[in-house]
């Protein structure tokens, strides 16, 4: 008697279920080749490009892509508005659109479109944010320069350091976030635009006790295109360390503490 072997569905609970968002600024050389490697993984992925309006048109090969395929949509906007936002629009369409598993990925190869059934497995086990690692056993940097490879850790440092998170790459973009993660928090309170706006959805995910899990990835620096990140973005992760460090701090109690103590200090005043 032969044993039934499990479906596709039962292997792979994340099947159909599953939108990657890749944002993208001038990435022709790119994108066709990334969503080509995304729609052929298991499970039926389905891709969601954001594009800022590419002067290179990007935008119009994610319109031929999309035409072909109805796995794969396409989102323009009229300028480039920044990654966070992107990231919030391309939440908006998965949640509208009734996807349960949320991936975030670069669209220059950086990481592996391969790895992301690694993540998706992870949140169909329970976990809320998984996160694509360079910076966990297993994980690994190649090609990125000696300044890169400093500011990277030196983020990821200060993000441990003064704000506690425990995710060890909390600015990794290849990310796989649980529907009700992005449902629970408040992603208009969530105003940086940037890479920052990485570290703050991690910082986030964890304030609000939301689980999280990190997958070895190697992180490969891009070939083809040029990077996109800038020393505002460097002084605008920063900016968000000590926002959210300083938010983090009891304010109200203090100042409630302080109105106490003056109005008993008056109290004492008015009877002595």
Not at 196 to 217: D, K, N, W
């Amino acid at each position: 008697m032969s044993v039934p072997q499990p479906t596709e569905n039962e292997t792979l609970p994340w099947r159909s279920q599953a939108l990657v968002i890749v944002p993208t600024y001038n990435e022709r050389e790119n994108l066709a080749k990334l969503v080509t490697r995304l729609r052929a993984l298991p499970g039926d992925v389905h891709v969601l490009v954001v594009d800022d309006n590419s002067p290179d048109g990007t935008g119009e090969i994610a319109d031929d892509l999309a035409a072909t395929d109805a796995g794969v949509h396409a989102l323009h906007r009229a300028g480039k508005l920044g990654l966070g936002t992107a990231y919030k629009a391309g939440f908006a369409f998965g949640l509208d659109h009734g996807y349960r598993y949320i991936c975030t990925m670069d669209a220059d190869f950086s990481h592996s479109p391969e790895s992301v059934p690694a993540l998706l497995d992870k949140a169909a086990a329970g976990y809320d944010l998984v996160v694509g690692s360079r910076y966990v056993p297993g994980g690994d940097v190649v090609g990125s320069t000696p300044p890169r490879k400093l500011i990277s850790y030196g983020a990821n440092w200060l993000a441990h350091t003064i704000l506690n998170v425990q995710v060890r790459d909390c600015t990794a973009g290849f990310r796989c976030y649980r529907r009700r993660v992005l449902e629970s928090i408040d992603l208009d309170a969530i105003f940086s635009s940037g890479y920052s706006f990485l570290v703050e959805m991690a910082y986030r995910c964890q304030q609000a006790g939301f689980s999280s899990t990190e997958v070895p990835i190697i992180f490969v620096n891009r070939t083809e295109g040029s990077s996109k990140i800038s020393k505002t973005e460097i002084f605008k992760a920063f900016y968000t360390l000590i926002r959210l460090r300083t938010s983090a701090l009891p304010w109200d109690h203090m100042v409630a503490y302080y109105h106490r103590r003056r109005v008993g200090q008056a109290s004492d005043k008015m009877r002595g």
